[in-house]
């Protein structure tokens, strides 16, 4: 699954991009929320999920957004990043994502949806500030 996404820092984040027309399911989401804090391991990374141009898995859902949370909360509630950027591009990503928000609510990491990447960069950088 490591080839459908890709994960790099750059300027003022880490930037974890899905392969075009890759087909996201919840497992590909743990394994790149896993190699994501093995490179990164610090727990205070600005990043943005780029999921655009995706489709989300017949097995996306709420059970399968809890795992993820679940997952998030078992490995890493000592390795929090600060500020979570999810880029989607259609009505079933965004729905999704919103689910993903409204769960990962308890979390000290904020988290917001953009369609815009240049929006989503510009909220990723303005560390400290409030959403």
Known sequence: MAGEYT???????VYVQFKDGSVVTPEMIIEALDSENALYPTGKQYDIWDFRACFPSESFGYNA??????????????????????????????G???????????????IT???????????????????
């Open 113 to 131: 949806i953009f369609q815009d990447e240049a929006e989503a960069r510009r909220w990723v950088s303005k560390k400290g500030e409030t959403p």
């Open 65 to 94: 957004m809890l795992k993820i949370v679940d997952h998030i909360e078992t490995h890493y509630s000592d390795n929090w990043g600060i500020r979570t950027a999810l880029l989607v591009d259609d009505a079933t990503q965004f």
């Open 7 to 13: 994960i790099e820092e750059q300027e003022h984040c």
């Open 96 to 110: 999704l994502s919103r689910m993903f928000q409204t769960l990962s609510d308890v979390f000290p990491v904020q």
